[in-house]
Nanobody, 117 residues
Framework: VQLVESGGGLVQPGGSLRLSCAAS????????MMWYRQAPGKERELVAV????????NYPDSVKGRFTISRDNDKNTVYLQMNSLKPEDTAVYYC???????????WGQGTQVTVSS
């Protein structure tokens, strides 16, 4: 299993970024995908979940209405569109899949998002 995130960077408050996560090594369309983030000194937190067909998503209140997760099962890629970014969104963002027998978490290398003026 390999997950490769991209799209992070430095953005001003109120700006937007679109993160991508290219997946390989498993049957992507059969698995729920997630985005997490981890800020310095804080625990990793879930920010978005998408079902296998992409017909249902879920977000914590901290990002609801600003972040949108989507997926392209033909491209084995999951996206995170982030709008109206705030300084508190600054973190390393990771995509995640729970796969295997026994099931375990797989993570990408992460992509840094910095929101600052």
């Amino acid at each position: 299993v390999q997950l490769v995130e991209s799209g992070g960077g430095l953005v001003q408050p109120g700006g937007s970024l679109r993160l991508s996560c290219a997946a390989s090594g498993f049957t992507f369309r059969r698995y729920v995908m997630m985005w997490y983030r981890q800020a310095p000194g804080k625990e990793r937190e879930l920010v978005a979940v998408i079902t296998t067909a992409g017909d249902s998503t879920n977000y914590p209140d901290s990002v609801k209405g600003r972040f949108t997760i989507s997926r392209d099962n033909d491209k084995n890629t999951v996206y995170l569109q982030m709008n109206s970014l705030k300084p508190e969104d600054t973190a390393v963002y990771y995509c995640n899949v729970r796969w295997g027998i026994p099931v375990r978490d797989y993570w990408g290398q992460g992509t840094q998002v910095t929101v600052s003026s």
